[in-house]
């Protein structure tokens, strides 16, 4: 909590110092069946109707997260892309919380944190300088309540805030947090934390390379400060030294079920 | 407004998956096509419309679910809520009414919240022959801004004379429960009929269908829909990128790599479900890699028969007149067999070939299809492809020639036999467990000699074999999952076996033929015995940079165990409590992952131990991730590599016996254990005083 509220209060300081946001990509087309509605007879509208990519955002073809999308997530899968904990004592290596369809940015599958609930995107580095953009889709409302930070496997790399564009979302409710970070030189990390009082959506998280003539870094950058990386870090660490393991309990059950069942029935 | 939904819907889905629209209001109006619609309202009877197969688990009896009434419905009546036990292997079955006739037909539902794996199925009596066919389902991108999602499955033939039952079977897969909404069977394709088949080779199946267990199956049913023509070439552009960036290490990315790309280019062209998902999942088979892997429902088709014996590599010493051997691939050798259902399988046989072609050659071609795939890093390592060779054979085999060999009189048919899989009787009972051991030595009761199945459990003893005063003592185990724990049931383990040895025993086999990995720890923990502490290697993986080759010299790879050598990621090996007067032999056999890491942290340090086995391990010095998508499709997939001390980039490159040993086929007719006895052997000439 010392932690979301430390972050809050930093990025309330970042006005809007956004640098090089990351073009948006769209996901697909969308389109509604909905009419105007509301006059001259015109029928309440209940849905929109929109098309998905069902992989998700795959323009961003050079996306250095594993999974930036959530269209992979796993079901029972011990290791993916993404780790949640329901808080940043970091207890839990779990899948983060799924939420499918419309309330997704991009794609069919997203992430739903509750209160301060942390997810962290597992990716790689690049020679080049990272274009980060990752979208958030706060219940309360308040952009500046969602902390997103870039860091990296070493402990000699600063971990940097990556700034929401603006306090509040757009219409359509979504914050967009993106910023140019200097090149890495160790595996890189997104940190999302939901310090609201309400749910919060994320997904489309995309880090890529900048491209030729974009390397000019933004001023001021803000350092998350390290009482805050180093946990994070060593949750990372944890979760991905090399491993084989044994399935859980409830998946050794699963699978015992299935195989002794005609899986066509 | 209706019209111009479906317009932008054209230009992004897959054709096929068209299925209803919606009206100015947002009201779902079913396709005008379907043969069948169930929206779950008036017409749905929860009791005559629920299918509950004869042979359903009792637990799986109670319904859950329940039909609600709401304006959210897609026509605003009615919807289901779905929140089965998928973890108990519970599912709901909605049944559907078909038409008389043979023809073909695609289902579509719409899903909201929650997560669910649903697929259309017919099932047959038996006595019609036909086997019972389901049609996964995935989604097609449409959705609402209510929520809904659409999934649609591929055409799925029904002969509607002769079904059972068609039925819509949904497993809810998270622990909210998942809301489905009308269903439509919609004509689709043309009827399709499975036939026998005699191997995968056999052409009878077609271009669409393919032979596994003697039966055609029909690809198409066992993936998801094809994406689209206008994302599917930048869907391949991100799986490409996504192998690219994060897969493999040295060895892999420059050698194995770029034919998983080639391949992944070659599906742009796929114009149906099976030739694309089917390429995708061969590009990881590509990537010649211990983890890596793709799961689909075609890999949980039912066997049909028993082959209950284990195959391992060794030396067909009393065979070489009848058939010689191959001058690159090790013989084929039963380890041990079941005791029903072996098909005169026996110790000591020899499989000879299949399909006309060596057994690991034959195995190694099976890449096209065979979803399954398990096989080293290292290049000349075949220990996995030959332990799953009874589940190849099964699946994919027209014919296989074993030369029987017998204990009684110590020799071998002067010819194979060859047997034909499709005459195999049929039996589908539990099969033996093969772990590359053929016999036990720490005596009755004391090892679990009844079924091979050493799995997540440790055995330990004097063996049989020595003397008291020799006090030669045993451990056997394949499990290193330390799971970060010190004290956890592996690490304790490990070190409750070596303080007795340290107490009791002058020499020790460390017997670990099946290691089937774990986490570092227990690698670590693994090497407790042998030798001090020393860091040996520092793990940069996962990848830590995009698409990185790894070092280029041992000179580069110096530079970066420097470089990347930190307390978080490296191994130390060794314990300042080593015994180093105790004799160690270490077997091996089919190992990988973290047991890759416990041979590489015992060799070379010491005289005192020595590696025994056929040859290298895997050479799976990395970790991995795993994802999914729908329709059962899941895959896993290798990342990083291993940089040891002296600069080698160690992924590919197993590590080799100190003494290599063959299991000889006469020891196996004798009831010896070759790679056992030549560790005996050794041990006794260095025993600890």
Known sequence: MKYALFLIAALAACGDEAINPVALTGSGGSTAASGAGGSGGAPVVKRRVEQRNPFGNVAAIDNLLWDGDFEWRATFASQYGWYASPSTQFYELGLPPLEMGARCRSGIKCARLDPQWVILGLGVASQHSLNVSVWAKPEDGMCNAVFVILLSQSNSESAVEVPAESDAPAADGWCHFALLVPARDSATYLFVQNGGSGQLIVDDAVITPAVEGQDVLPAGLRIAPESVAAPIRAWARAATRPRIEPPNEERLRFEERMRTRKWTR | MLRVSVTLALVLVTPQALAGSFDEAGDYLPDPTAIATVDFGSDFDPEEDRYVPADLDPVCEPVSFQVVEGTDALDREHYLHVQTDALAGCAERFLVTVPPGKSSYRATLWVRHGSVDAQLTVVYPEESGLETLAAKMGPTGRTTSDGWIELASNELPVDGDLADAVYLRVYDLDSVGSDIDTLEIIPAGSYWEAQSCAGVTDPVCGEAGICVHNRCRLGRLYVPPLPGDDIKNDVVDAMQSLIQNFFGGRKTRLSDLPKALDVLESIRGASDPWTFWNGWARSFRLLHDWHTEVGGPIHGIE???????????????????????????????????????????????????????????????????????????????????????????????????????????????????????????????????????????????????????????????????????????????????????????????????????????????????????????????????????????????????????????????????????????????????????????????????????????????????????????????????????????????????????????????????????????????????????????????????
């Open chain 2, 303 to 689: 066997r049909r028969a028993r082959l209950n014996a284990c195959f391992f590599e060794g030396d067909a010493d009393l065979s070489q007149h009848a058939w010689p051997s191959h001058p690159q691939y090790k013989d084929v050798l039963v380890s041990h067999a079941g005791v029903e259902g072996t098909q005169g399988l026996a110790a000591g046989d020899r499989l000879v070939a299949v399909d006309g072609k060596h057994p690991i050659a034959w195995a190694l071609s099976l890449n096209t299809v065979n979803w399954d795939h398990w096989q080293a890093n290292d290049d000349g390592v075949y220990a996995e492809l030959t332990e799953r060779m009874r589940s190849l054979i099964l699946e994919f085999a027209t014919s296989y020639s074993v030369i029987h060999c017998h204990a009684a009189t110590l020799n071998c048919d002067p010819a194979p036999t060859t047997y034909k899989v499709a005459d195999l009787p049929s039996g589908t009972g539990n099969q033996v467990r093969c772990d590359n051991r053929p016999f036990y030595h720490l005596g009755p009761g004391l090892d679990p000699s009844a079924n091979h199945n050493v799995g997540f459990q440790f055995y330990r003893g004097p063996v049989i074999e020595a003397t008291p005063e020799e006090a030669i003592y045993a451990l056997v185990w394949d499990t290193l999952y330390g799971g970060g724990e010190p004290s956890g049931f592996v690490n304790q383990n490990l070190k409750d076996a070596f303080a007795d040895f340290k107490a009791n025993a002058r020499g020790v086999i460390l017997d670990h033929r099946a290691g089937s990995g774990g986490t570092l720890d227990g690698a670590e923990t693994a090497t407790e015995l042998v030798r001090p502490p020393q860091l040996v290697a520092v793990f940069m993986s996962p990848i830590p940079f995009a698409a990185f080759d790894g070092p280029a010299t041992l000179a580069e790879g110096v530079d970066l165990f420097q470089a990347f050598k930190t307390p978080y990621n490296t191994m130390t090996v060794g314990s300042t409590q080593y015994d180093p007067a105790m004799p160690v032999a270490v077997l091996i056999h089919r190992d990988g992952s973290a047991s890759d890491f416990f041979p590489f942290g015992v060799k070379g340090y010491s005289d005192k131990v020595k590696i025994f086995g056929p040859a290298p391990t895997a050479g799976a010095f990395s970790t991995y991730f795993q994802f999914r998508y729908w329709g059962g499709l899941s895959w896993r997939m290798a990342s990083g590599d291993t940089i040891s001390f002296d600069g080698r980039a160690l992924i590919g490159n197993g590590v080799a016996p100190d003494i290599v040993v063959l299991q000889k086929q006469s020891d196996l007719l004798a009831g010896k254990d070759t790679i056992h006895e030549a560790a005996l052997a050794w041990l006794r000439t260095e025993l600890k005083p």
